[in-house]
DNA sequence: GAGGAATATTCCTTTATCGGTATATTCTTT
DNA sequence: AAAGAATATACCGATAAAGGAATATTCCTC
């Protein structure tokens, strides 16, 4: 993966929001969307875009489709990952967002 | 500046390669199309993208317009930049950019 | 195998991006 | 003021992105 792609991936809002998610580990789309309260077809356009870019993997189980950051994927996603931590916990909409999700989490399990 | 506008001026081969170069420091558009091997619309309207957006700073002296870094730029920038010298060691086109680069600056003057 | 839940894909429209050609602007020099 | 150098802008065409609506796929459960 080049570093280009890399950053075309990060330089949308939706992609960043979620990302900023997925450094909490393998979630689910339907966990995303709860989360971020965006239409399931956005959530999945871009998990898809991210995926195909080696950005994102992802498994399936049953119903689900759970996606984390490739563990493998461009060594500058780590450091940006580690950056949009401190990041998030200053800005409001990223903010929100992890507290959302732990809501999420925390509810009923999608299984 | 949003980390999301950022990731987009980024998110471009010929900006990052321009990004790759500024990190030496001040340039004009004429040296950076020289050392890149780009045509003068094309480095003006990059220079135009990330200037209008906050990345870059320029100053006019005669007829030339230098470009820099803009020094208070996203705090993240300046993570990339440094990530992307270590990146650029390894890098066949960024490398080569930066020893055209040292040739250009080690001709004539602009002035 | 029928129905339902979770997810992906297709099609469409709108908007942004990128690069080129041609032209304009700005500053210097004569 | 005219010419030339360095740079910017306007306009155009091609391509990519982004999001919505509708539909398809996949897998589970009954």
Redesign the interface.
């Given at each position: 993966m080049d570093?280009?792609t890399l950053?075309?991936c990060?330089?949308?809002?939706t992609r960043?929001r979620i990302l900023n998610l997925l450094r909490e580990g393998s979630l689910c789309v339907c966990q995303l969307q709860e989360a971020l309260d965006e239409s399931q077809v956005k959530m999945s356009k871009h998990l898809g875009y991210m995926k195909k870019r080696g950005l994102l993997v992802s498994e399936r189980i049953a119903n689900w489709n759970y996606y984390k950051i490739n563990p493998v994927a461009h060594p500058?996603l780590k450091?940006?990952m580690k950056?949009?931590g401190s990041?998030a916990a200053k800005d409001d909409e990223l903010a929100s967002d992890l507290k959302r999700l732990r809501e999420v989490k925390s509810q009923a399990d999608c299984s």
């Open positions: 570093l280009v950053y075309k990060l330089g949308d809002p960043l500058m450091a940006n950056a949009l990041f």
